[in-house]
């Protein structure tokens, strides 16, 4: 039986992208977020951070925000569908930077993003397609 692609959902490049420490750190939960995604879902863009007070990521696709974290024995995933309800706030120091969703009356954070251009990226792209769903 053929093997498929290695790289389905496009992340090899954005993981790439991330530092050294964001890429260690944020491994456990980038693959979280890689087992959940759909056939044919590909990542536009990728963070990794703090989400829930644990080693994170938050990857961005066509449809949807994923976010993880590497929480030992039960690690959080959360799915945030564009909506035009959907809104993102972000926030930078000269180090880090954070993101805040606000989705279906609730809030969720990923924080201390070491790759700050990577983090207005995301906030851009979310902003965008929010405002284009129906």
């Known amino acids: ?11 090899v490049p954005h993981v790439s992208a991330l530092g050294m420490f964001s890429r260690r750190s944020g ?6 977020i890689a087992s959940h995604l759909e ?3 590909r990542v536009e863009v990728l ?7 644990e080693d994170g990521a938050a990857a961005v696709t066509q449809s949807r925000v994923v976010m993880a974290n590497d929480r030992e024995w039960k690690p ?7 909506t035009r309800g959907l809104a993102v706030q972000g ?3 000269d ?4 993101l805040v969703f606000q989705h279906d009356g609730m809030a969720s954070t990923i ?3 070491g790759e700050r251009e990577m983090a207005q990226r995301v906030a851009a792209v979310v902003r965008s397609k929010a405002a284009a769903a129906g």
């Open 1 to 11: 039986m053929p093997a498929g692609p290695a790289d389905p959902h496009g992340l």
């Open 27 to 32: 491994k456990a939960a980038i693959l979280l």
């Open 39 to 41: 056939p044919g879902e």
């Open 47 to 53: 963070v990794s951070g703090r989400f829930r007070g």
């Open 76 to 82: 959080d995933l959360l799915s945030i569908p564009f």
């Open 91 to 93: 926030w930078q120091d």
């Open 95 to 98: 180090k880090t930077a954070s």
């Open 111 to 113: 924080d201390q993003i």
